[in-house]
């Protein structure tokens, strides 16, 4: 069998590679992780920046200065690169940032009422998001014996001004009103209505009720379309999808990505590109079934929902925190998983409902859903997935995203081996005497593709070598003297995700 990545109809210098599937029975580099960010600006910095073109960011200090502290990106960086903790630590991190949609954009607007008179003296604390506060500085309302409600009412108002990073504004309401805050998100989009608001008494009411009322909903959706043409010949790895599940961008995603097609890859899976990505997309409902199991995505590689059931969190942060952990052990250790790592910083509730059942998780894998447990109050992963589970494909070949790495990363040692020993080469004839530079004969490609084979197997990529070896093919084509055609298959490595064990157990009957 010869390579078919690049058509034979092809004579302008290039180079291809493409995966295709295979079931044989049921020290180079790791590739480099990049990580892209897909995410809105505030509005306050909507002049700051020109829309999808990429910005290389090292911390959310610079992300805050950039693009707003509160902001989506801001949000994602703080998790990514956080203030205390390695969080990615040196894996490039690159803000491709959306302007707000041009039609329909709307913040979100609270308004806060606190009623009655402090009779002692106490602290209330706000939950925005899920959280009482951000990096060291909490919500805290330090309340005073007497305390009317439009004291209390200016003291929100300092709370919240206080949290540089939060994801809204307070204001005092005006006239009659000036016992009301307004919080208003710092950008406007759809994404703006997943910001809750609660508040805390800590047990003691201090004679002070509040109420909180929506005046409006965040709304509006920006495209994506400039910030995907920019990635160019850039190989960015992990592409971390602020908006969630949003329609429009979850098949803007998946389109421009493509298909590891055994017959015609498409996007960025395409034969003279193979610099594909995985899209983490975040989910606080319970079920994210309903996103994933539908038709036309059982067939799809692209999206991997980060699942943070029940969370009042951001979706966006969910993605985020599975890309620190999934950047990590990709980059460092790629043969191993993401399983039973804990995500490093997501409100987490006291329940995640039906996602602590193994049979509902079960179920969800099977349906192209991520997993999560609640082990000692934090978000322990349980299976890292993509919506990839065609019918009839058993097991799916591109279901983990463990898997998808791992193919990668072949690629990647592949390119390597090959910009040394092919790219650019004079082909000689497997039993030329050649003494000039620069040449490459069938054979002794070969030899580096096995050398290769062993190297991939000590680093538990793949598995059984020998395999490898045995099915490599290196041909110079029939039509054309220029085209060098490999081929071979292997085996990925497995990864211990089920333990079954059965024992007997008996008696000991003594002697009749």
């Known amino acids: 069998m010869s390579s078919d990545a690049v058509g034979l109809e092809r004579v ?3 180079i291809g590679y493409k995966i295709t599937k295979g079931n044989f029975s049921n020290t180079t ?25 990429p910005q290389e960011i090292t911390s959310a200090q610079q992300a805050g200065q950039l693009y707003g502290y509160g902001s989506p990106i801001h949000h994602i960086m703080r998790i990514l690169r956080p203030n205390s903790g390695t969080g990615i630590g040196g894996i490039p991190t690159v803000v491709y940032p959306q302007e707000e949609a041009s039609e329909g954009a709307a913040a979100k607007v609270l308004t806060l009422v606190p009623e009655g008179t402090a009779t002692a003296n106490g602290t209330h604390t706000l939950v925005i998001a899920g959280r009482t506060g951000l990096d060291g500085v909490f919500y805290d309302i330090n309340i005073q014996v007497g305390d009317d409600a439009e004291a209390i009412s200016s003291k929100i108002v300092t709370a919240v001004s206080a949290v540089l990073g939060c994801p809204l504004t307070a204001t005092l309401g005006g006239g009659e009103d000036a016992d009301e805050v307004i919080l208003t998100s710092k950008w406007k989009g759809l994404t703006a209505n ?8 800590n047990d003691k009411d201090l004679g002070i009720t509040y109420g909180i009322t929506s005046t409006a909903a965040g709304s509006g959706t920006p495209g994506i379309e400039a910030a995907l043409s920019s990635f160019g010949n850039e ?32 996007g960025r899976y395409s034969g003279i590109i193979m610099k594909p990505f995985i899209a983490l997309t975040g989910f606080t409902g319970e079920d994210p079934s309903l996103v994933t199991d539908v038709a036309d995505r059982k067939d799809q590689v692209t999206i991997a929902i980060c699942p943070a059931p029940l969370s009042k969190g951001l979706a966006m942060e969910a993605a985020a925190n599975m890309a620190v952990l999934f950047g990590r052990q990709t980059q ?9 790592r804990s995500y490093p910083d997501m409100p987490t509730p006291a329940g995640i409902g039906s996602m602590a059942r193994y049979e509902e998780r079960d179920v969800l894998v099977k349906k192209g859903c991520s997993t999560v447990d609640l082990v000692n109050g934090r978000y322990a992963v349980q299976d890292f997935v993509t919506t990839y589970h065609p019918e009839g494909e058993n097991p799916p070949q591109f279901r983990y995203c463990r898997n998808l790495m791992l193919d990668f990363n072949i690629r990647f040692s592949y390119f390597l081996k090959e910009q040394t020993y092919v790219v650019d080469h004079a082909i000689a004839a497997n039993d030329d005497i050649v003494s000039a530079s620069k040449v490459v004969k069938p054979k002794q490609w070969k030899q580096v593709l096995d050398q290769m084979a062993d190297d991939l197997a000590r680093r538990s990529l793949i598995v059984d070598a020998g395999f490898m070896k045995d099915s490599i093919e290196v041909n110079i084509s029939s039509t054309n003297p220029d085209r060098l055609e490999t081929f071979f298959k292997y ?3 497995g990864f211990a995700r089920i333990s079954s064990t059965t024992v007997e157990a008996g008696f000991n009957f003594g002697n009749v």
Not at 194 to 201: G, K, L, R
Not at 237 to 266: C, R
């Open 235 to 266: 190989w960015n790895t992990i592409v971390i999808n602020s908006y969630g599940t949003v329609s429009s961008i979850i098949e803007a995603l998946e389109d421009f990505n493509g298909v590891p097609d055994p017959e015609n890859p498409t």
């Open 491 to 493: 085996k990925r490595s």
């Open 194 to 201: 997943d910001i809750s608001v609660s508040v805390n008494t």
């Open 332 to 340: 460092d250790t790629p043969h191993l998983d993401v399983a039973a």
């Open 29 to 53: 580099p790791n590739l480099p992780q990049r990580i892209a960010i897909l995410a809105e600006a505030n509005s306050a910095n909507q002049l700051s920046f020109t829309d999808g073109a």
């Open 12 to 14: 302008s210098r290039i």
